[in-house]
């Protein structure tokens, strides 16, 4: 069983910077596909972001140029450093970890940004 855990959401003004940390316990395999979702008020969860273990990245075009995702295999963490921040990024975001042909996810962090 992995657990995964979100931290670093907060409230920040329009055009701010903010790190997300996701850490996991349990057992990683060597092949899986770390997220970053966002849910933002009535919406529908949308990808964010996504990191290989092989060092791939992707992003929405919504965050490109503006996000970046990280991985630290060592620690079996995630990042999500947000910059330029905009009132439409405010959402809870969520981890998640595909591996294996299981799909996990956190309880979230709330980020809202103010304009």
């Known amino acids: 069983q992995v657990q995964l855990v979100e931290s670093g959401g907060a409230s920040v003004q329009s055009g701010g910077s903010l790190r997300l940390s996701c850490a996991a316990s349990?057992?990683?395999?060597?092949?899986?596909?770390w997220g970053w979702y966002r849910q933002a008020p009535g919406m529908q969860r949308e990808l964010v972001a996504t990191?290989?273990?092989?060092?791939?990245?992707m992003y929405a075009d919504s965050v490109k140029g503006r996000f970046a995702i990280s991985v630290d295999n060592a620690e079996n963490a995630i990042y999500l450093q947000m910059n330029s921040l905009k009132p439409e990024d405010t959402a809870v975001y969520y981890c998640?970890?595909?591996?294996?042909?299981?799909?996990?996810w956190g309880k979230g962090t709330l980020v809202t940004v103010s304009s």
């Open positions: 998640n970890l595909d591996q294996l042909s299981m799909t996990y």
């Open positions: 349990g057992r990683i395999s060597s092949a899986y596909i």
């Open positions: 990191a290989t273990r092989w060092g791939s990245t």
